[in-house]
């Protein structure tokens, strides 16, 4: 009775804090992540350390309450049953596919948070998902030689590619690579595993390949991407015609035949923004690939989609600000993605 009382007066006079707690405790309980551990692990297993104490650790210090993986763990000392050099070993060892698994799981939960407590943002295109693919690499890392840190050049850690979901706003899955130099387009055949009827995906320069195209398109999905000056191959067919003015240029409409080097092609649009006001690359203009109809997207509300690619820039730079990404202390990191929000149009 007196708990009761106590947590009713919590309710009242700080619901917001209590709503939170539970969300996080329900999302992140220990049960469910010890049992997603034990079914996606390859390698690692639940023997001596659980994956749970590893993440309550981890926690402690992304949300600076500690700060080191040492620190956390002495903290917590005579809650272990082993020595903090099983943490550093469990940490080093970690599998990608688990912290993959670990992202969508908790995205799932806490979008049925969103969903139930009315927190849906509008759809931007109504009958369709919309979701924006970007990847970063972490700079100026002390994972680099102590000489190599403040070069942004220098050799890179691992990186990922991240899928927000543009109506509750939460980073629904991840694809982790642990070799830095690897092009984000290597990432691009796990992508297209995971993608769906009426999806649409809205995405970079970078992303603008026959393959990736070609197999959204061919999986009943659309894209709106930024087209590369060299890839896909590609005919301009007719002439450009103005659609009108967005918020930063004249918009053109045009239809395009891209070509795949299998002997796959495809009839598109291409959206040219003409623009007021240079990148700071110097262009004036930027081209856009759709395939979405145009009675589901004019060629101004395609233009509008593409700008829409910013949210997930935002969301990297507020896990950055908000979130330990990168720990300083200590012989070992965990990386929570302190993604630095560096790509401009």
Request: charged share 25%; glycine share 6%; net charge positive.
């Amino acid at each position: 009775m007196l708990i009761q009382e106590l947590v009713d007066r919590f309710e009242k006079k700080a619901p917001m804090a209590v709503m939170v707690r539970a969300a996080l405790e329900n999302a992140l309980s220990a049960e469910r992540l010890d049992a997603m551990f034990e079914k996606h692990a390859l390698r690692q297993s639940n023997r001596d350390l659980m994956f749970s104490s590893v993440v309550d650790i981890m926690g402690l210090v992304a949300c600076r309450i500690h700060p080191s993986p040492h620190a956390a763990f002495q903290a917590r000392a005579a809650e272990m049953s082993v020595n903090v050099h099983a943490l550093y070993d469990k940490l080093q060892r970690m599998e990608t596919n688990v912290s993959r698994c670990l992202v969508v799981e908790t995205a799932e939960r806490m979008a049925q948070i969103v969903r139930h407590t009315g927190g849906m943002l509008p759809k931007l295109l109504p009958g369709y998902r919309v979701k924006i693919l970007d990847g970063n690499h972490l700079r100026r890392t002390q994972r680099r030689i102590g000489e190599l840190r403040r070069l942004n050049a220098a050799p890179l850690p691992g990186h990922a590619l991240a899928v927000l979901d543009t109506e509750t706003r939460l980073v629904i899955d991840v694809f982790p690579c642990e070799d830095g130099h690897a092009q984000e387009r290597s990432l691009l055949p796990q992508v297209l595993e995971t993608v769906q009827v009426n999806d649409v995906w809205i995405d970079d320069r970078n992303f603008s390949t026959a393959d990736f195209l070609l197999g959204i398109r061919q999986r009943g999905a659309y894209f709106v991407t930024r087209q590369h000056a060299t890839s896909p191959r590609y005919e301009l067919l007719g002439k450009r015609a103005c659609a009108g003015r967005c918020g930063t240029g004249i918009v053109y409409e045009q239809a395009v035949q891209i070509f795949h080097p299998d002997g796959r092609s495809a009839r598109i649009r291409r959206i040219t923004v003409k623009l007021d006001e240079p990148t700071r690359d110097g262009e004036r203009e930027i081209h856009i690939l759709t395939n979405l109809p145009k009675k589901v997207a004019t060629a101004l509300r395609v233009a509008e989609l593409y700008r829409h690619r910013w949210k997930i820039e935002t969301a990297f730079a507020e896990v950055a600000q908000n979130l330990e990404g990168e720990i300083g202390n200590g012989s070992s990191r965990f990386l929570v993605g302190n993604f630095s929000a560096q790509k401009r149009l």
